[in-house]
């Protein structure tokens, strides 16, 4: 059985063993010999017995327990020795300098003693050795210069950046030895808060720190090396914050923009709404896409700050992994989104009508492109669209996406083919969004007035609606297309297309798969032949005639008559006549 003791320390009532009662009472008497002659010597005691007060009530899980034996040998051995209490500024005067010192340890903490806000601004000011006015007029700047958006990097800083609490925190963010020397210095100026400046200090690392007097040669190297390759780090860690910062406030600013503009309807919306699929808002996407984009580079700018603040408070696993939650399904939400809009556009079908045209062999037919002021003043093939309005004000799509392919026929009347084809989720679906198309041709006297464009309603929505024309006209007609039709019939090969651009404004006569001009040159005119096989051609202007087959070829020019087969080479000029034979 052993006897108690009822102690006040620091304003705490503890029960103590008798033993231990002693050994405290020891320890305290000891520490206060050692600072008989300190200034502030009470105040140091009393923060030193509120530290031991408070390792007490952190070891004891009830007021009734008692303090035992044990417990103050391992508070003795948080708080240190006597002697490492022994802190008058005389104390090392007579002992030999170390030659060289351990640099301190420098960390970024918040100020909130000199703070305005949050203490982030004197915290980095502390940390780059500058005043903090400049880096609060930067912050301003910053904000203005960003239209407030660089406020959440300092929000984020006001929250992962840890607060000076205790005073050796405020050794650390100044860049200060953190021993009891100058614990006691913090004290004498005023500090109240002192049981926190024994706070998670080992005493007796600091003291062995004070106590050792040079360093090696290569401590030394290493010591550079460390302090080089700190730096490298650093850099990193800046580029790191800056590329995730400047992402995160343009993803902010871009949302918000969106957002800003839906609200005022802006027509970029408009196309957005004609192009998208409708399973989802628009809002929703952007949502996603942002936690796509913005949550790795959100981690890219927390991993700088870790690089530079070695004491940055974590934003925890549940954090993490919400974040990591947040963007998986954002992932899966934009494939899903993906995978609906590649399906909108996964089929292709067209609707083609015939009509016969009053235009006859020996006819002249003037071709001509009409638009419509009211939805745009350019007459030129477009394959993108535009949101407009009709004379109800209706939303309309509107396409200049329209090709114009003139062809001969052997009828003896001229027809017009319009083809209009669509994409959709299937055939069916991409056929009724082709016949929802609105196209329209006029032929009054001759004169045959093709829209340049087409409509369609917003309900179908903009799945690469196109229109395909084609002229057939009968041999021995006469073609006149205006300027505005160049870009209508500029075609490749393949489509067939009699009408080569140039030839724009000429009397074109039709011939069997071809055209002849009438009011070209007179020393030069041109024909076009469909040859079946591409190695076979006619070619008849004013330099002569070169026609080229499979097996033979003849060149007549001012120079003579070339011809040359399989076997026989033949050579006819102002010299005469040769023929060879490629036998011999």
């Known amino acids: 059985m052993n006897k108690t003791v009822n102690i006040n320390l620091a304003g705490i009532f503890f029960h103590i063993d008798e033993d231990a009662y002693l050994k405290l009472q020891r320890y305290i008497d000891a520490i206060k010999r050692s600072f008989t002659d300190s200034q502030g010597r009470d105040e140091i005691i009393t923060d030193i017995e509120a530290r031991i007060a408070e390792l007490f009530t952190e070891n004891l899980q009830t007021d009734r327990q008692v303090v035992s034996s044990k417990l103050v040998d391992k508070v003795i051995g948080i708080m240190g020795q006597p002697e490492d209490y022994l802190v008058d500024e005389e104390i090392f005067e007579d002992e030999p300098q170390p030659q060289n010192p351990s640099r301190p340890i420098k960390k970024l903490f918040r100020d909130t003693d000199n703070s305005y806000i949050g203490g982030v ?38 929250i992962l950046v840890p607060e000076a609490k205790t005073t050796t925190d405020k050794l650390m963010m100044k860049g200060e030895e953190v021993n009891i020397s100058n614990i006691e210095k913090k004290i004498k100026k005023g500090f109240d808060n002192v049981a926190d400046s024994v706070k998670n200090v080992d005493y007796q690392k600091y003291g062995s720190k004070v106590k050792s007097s040079s360093k090696s040669f290569f401590d030394t190297l290493g010591d550079i090396f460390m302090v080089l390759l700190t730096i490298f780090a650093k850099f990193i860690g800046v580029i790191l914050i800056l590329i995730g910062a400047i992402t995160i406030i343009g993803l902010v600013i871009g949302l918000f923009g969106f957002g800003f503009t839906n609200a005022i309807n802006l027509p970029v919306f408009d ?49 993490k992994f919400s974040l990591l939650g947040i963007w998986i399904i954002s992932l899966l939400g934009l494939i899903a989104v993906g995978i609906l809009q590649a399906n909108e556009i996964a089929f292709e079908a067209n609707t083609t009508s015939k009509h016969e045209l009053a235009v006859t062999t020996g006819d002249t037919l003037y071709v001509k492109m009409q638009g419509n002021a009211n939805f745009s003043k350019s007459l030129r093939r477009n394959t993108g669209f535009d949101i407009v309005y009709d004379e109800n004000d209706t939303q ?14 052997k009828d003896s009347l001229a027809y017009i083919s319009i083809t209009k084809i669509a994409d959709g989720r299937s055939h069916a679906a991409a056929k009724e969004r082709a016949g929802n198309i609105n196209y329209e041709y006029i032929l009054v006297d001759n004169i045959l007035n093709l829209d340049g464009y087409f409509l369609t309603e917003m309900d179908n929505k903009y799945r690469n609606q196109k229109v395909e024309v ?42 069997n798969n071809g055209i002849k001009c009438l009011d070209c040159e007179d020393d030069t005119y041109n024909i076009d032949i469909k040859i079946s096989n591409e190695k076979e051609g006619i070619q008849l202007d004013s330099s002569g005639v070169k026609i080229n087959a499979d097996d033979a070829a003849l060149e007549i020019n001012s120079e003579g008559v070339k011809g040359e087969s399989k076997n026989i080479k033949v050579n006819i000029n102002e010299k005469g006549v040769e023929i060879k034979s490629k036998n011999n």
Request: glycine share 6%; net charge negative; charged share 10%.
């Open 121 to 158: 601004s004197a915290g980095l000011a502390h940390y780059l050795a500058i005043d903090a006015v400049w880096l609060r007029l930067f912050w301003i700047l910053l904000a203005l210069g960003s239209g407030g958006s660089f406020i959440l990097i300092y929000i984020l800083f006001w």
């Open 271 to 319: 196309f957005i709404e004609a192009s998208a699929v409708n399973i989802i808002p628009f809002w929703l996407t952007a949502l996603m896409a942002f936690f796509i984009v913005g949550i790795p580079f959100f981690f890219l700018f927390y991993l700088g700050l870790k690089i530079l603040i070695n004491n940055l408070k974590s934003i925890g696993n549940i954090a």
């Open 396 to 409: 309309q799509i509107f396409s200049r996406n329209v090709r114009l392919v003139v062809k001969s026929t």
């Open 470 to 511: 084609e002229l057939y006209l009968p041999e021995g007609s006469i073609l006149n297309a205006d300027d505005n039709t160049y870009t209508y019939h500029s075609n490749t090969s393949s489509y067939g297309d009699i009408l080569d651009n140039g030839f724009e404004n000429k009397h074109l006569q039709i011939i």
